[in-house]
């Protein structure tokens, strides 16, 4: 049986990290958010520092938009990873409806996994050099600066919570699955 897992934390809480960790174990297609993102920030000429335009992130909306209309062509035996960071802002609970209800369409299990590190552990992790490579936020002060201002949507009930402060990328999964496992089986409303 799949899964749709939903992986959301603050930036440098290891969403690609654990995806990747996740991918490993359960053969998942991992639709990480810089899959999206990097390809508009890339053609839009953005490195990963400074403010992104309103007008940009509509396109990185709109590319979201395809990659969750194309799962539902995938076979229901394929699992997928979904990754985020989601303000905590009223309007971000819209995108943990949409792949609730996406996981819903494909009659497989949602598994929301909220990730939390320590503030100090995410300033330090703006600088590995990696985070370039998707071009990911990378400045410290921007971070502390975001996550003041922005917070972090809390985590809905029956959402799992993993701190990552101090953890090692390959033992993240393990959690992640035994708490799939004990969720209920969705319906499948495909045809």
């Known amino acids: 049986m799949s899964h749709l897992y939903y992986l959301v934390g603050p930036p440098g809480s290891g969403k690609l990290t654990v995806g990747k960790a996740l991918c490993a174990v359960t053969g998942a297609a991992l639709l990480d958010n810089h899959l999206a993102n990097d ?5 839009a000429g953005i490195n990963g520092e400074g403010v992104v335009a309103d007008d940009i992130w509509e396109l990185c909306f709109a590319v979201r938009k395809a990659i969750r209309a194309a799962t539902l062509h995938a076979p229901r035996t394929l699992a997928h990873i979904f990754t985020n960071y989601l303000t905590a802002e009223e309007r971000e609970w819209r995108n943990v409806e949409r792949l609730r209800e996406l996981a819903g369409v494909r009659g497989v299990p949602f598994i929301p996994v909220w990730l939390t590190c320590l503030l100090p552990e995410l300033k330090r ?38 701190d990552t402060s101090a953890f090692q990328p390959a033992e993240s999964a393990r959690p992640i699955v035994e708490f799939a496992h004990r969720q209920p089986q969705a319906d499948s409303h495909l045809t």
């Open 125 to 162: 992790r703006m600088l590995l050099p990696e985070r370039a490579e998707r071009l990911k936020l990378r400045d410290p002060a921007q971070l502390r600066e975001l996550m003041e201002k922005a917070g972090t949507l809390p985590s809905p009930p029956d959402a799992l919570l993993l």
């Open 39 to 43: 390809s508009v920030f890339l053609a």
